[in-house]
């Protein structure tokens, strides 16, 4: 019976494994789920979230500190960005008014806190689109090689 059982959850597992959809990156599509998801306890929307930016920030944090070992001045230089985790609070604020545009959902969250971040420090706003422009062709390539395989 047990047997029975266990193969029953490694076919269920397998099927639902198949049934994913081949994705790159977390999107509009994603970060907006989690409003869903939270309807019943909406302080948990903040924690996800907050969560999902600070394991951005620590993986970058992770690279800058491995570059650090081959080039200092380079990593300096490489590293120095927008991209400085001051306030979570108004850049989920910013990340959930940037993906209210249904058509541009699609942008991976790494790409849209950058354009966010433009926004909060008032970029010019054809400079902000040139780079959303230049994400969106990134990611239509990217998908295109994925999906190509």
Not at 91 to 96: H, N, R, S, V
Request: proline share 3%.
């Amino acid at each position: 019976m047990k047997k029975v059982f266990y193969f029953g959850l490694i076919l269920l597992w397998a099927g639902t494994i198949q049934a994913q959809e081949r994705k790159l990156f977390w999107d509009g599509y994603d970060w907006r789920k989690i409003d869903q998801i939270c309807q019943e306890y909406p302080e948990y929307k903040y924690w996800i979230k907050s969560a999902y930016l600070s394991g951005l920030f620590d993986s970058k944090l992770f690279y800058q500190l491995k570059f650090r070992d081959v080039d200092l001045a380079g990593a300096d230089s490489v590293f120095r960005d927008l991209l400085v985790p001051d306030n979570l609070r108004s850049l989920i604020a910013g990340l959930d008014h940037f993906y209210e545009d249904n058509t541009i959902r699609y942008i991976p969250i790494p790409s849209a806190l950058i354009a966010t971040l433009m926004m909060q420090q008032h970029y010019p706003q054809a400079e902000i689109d040139r780079y959303l422009w230049q994400a969106r062709d990134w990611i239509n390539e990217l998908m295109g090689r994925v999906i190509g395989d």
